[in-house]
């Protein structure tokens, strides 16, 4: 590390030669209010600097360091690792919940897509309601609400099942009930 000026800072990261020409080196570089994620093919030296640090951070950098975090993966599971990660998110993207694919709701092959992803990364299998429960409408009288009471959402479309990777959960959204001056809210995280 390389102090450059009073708000910038030079990494240089020296990477010995790659046993295999296919597989490649990333890096997540963060401090606690900045990050740099890099990937590299090749050995040799490589730098990334740090721009417009307030003082604040430069001190944490100055006491702490970076955290540096590594992960290795083979250049041929590139463009696989792309489509399953587009496979998570397309579909459900509009607004309008009639217009096929780009509607406002996931699409099946969407859903089935983020339950395999929650499947591989946690163990964890979501199985299908029956056909008939995933029609009925539940009108629940907000008077059996009450500020405090915690609903678990869940959306197969590749965000919620970020979060619940990364928190361990199995819903992508905290909900709770919130009554403020006589009217129910519902707040979400």
């Known amino acids: 590390m390389k102090i450059l000026s009073e708000s910038s800072i030079e990494i240089i990261h020296t990477l010995g030669a790659k046993k295999k020409i296919d597989c490649g080196d990333g890096y997540f570089y963060s401090t606690l209010y900045n990050y740099h994620v890099s990937t590299h093919y090749i050995g040799g030296v490589h730098t990334h600097k740090f721009e417009k640090i307030d003082s604040k951070e430069m001190e944490l950098i100055k006491t702490n360091g970076f955290m540096v975090f590594k992960t290795c ?25 009639n217009i096929p694919f780009f509607g406002s709701k996931p699409t099946e092959f969407e ?9 591989d990364a946690t163990g964890y299998q979501w199985e299908k309601r029956p056909e008939a429960s995933r029609k009925v ?13 915690f609903f678990a959402v869940t959306r197969f479309d590749g965000l919620d099942q970020i979060v619940e990777v990364g928190s361990g ?3 992508g959204h905290s909900v709770m009930g919130l009554w403020v001056d ?8």
């Open 169 to 171: 959960s199995h819903s």
């Open 73 to 97: 993966d083979k250049l041929i599971n590139v463009l696989p690792d792309f489509f399953k990660t587009l496979y998570l998110f397309i579909g459900g993207l509009g607004l309008d919940p």
């Open 137 to 149: 409408v539940y009108n629940l009288d907000p008077n059996l609400v009450q500020s405090g009471d």
């Open 111 to 119: 859903m089935e897509q983020n339950a395999k992803f929650i499947y």
């Open 182 to 189: 006589g009217e129910l809210h519902i707040v979400e995280s």
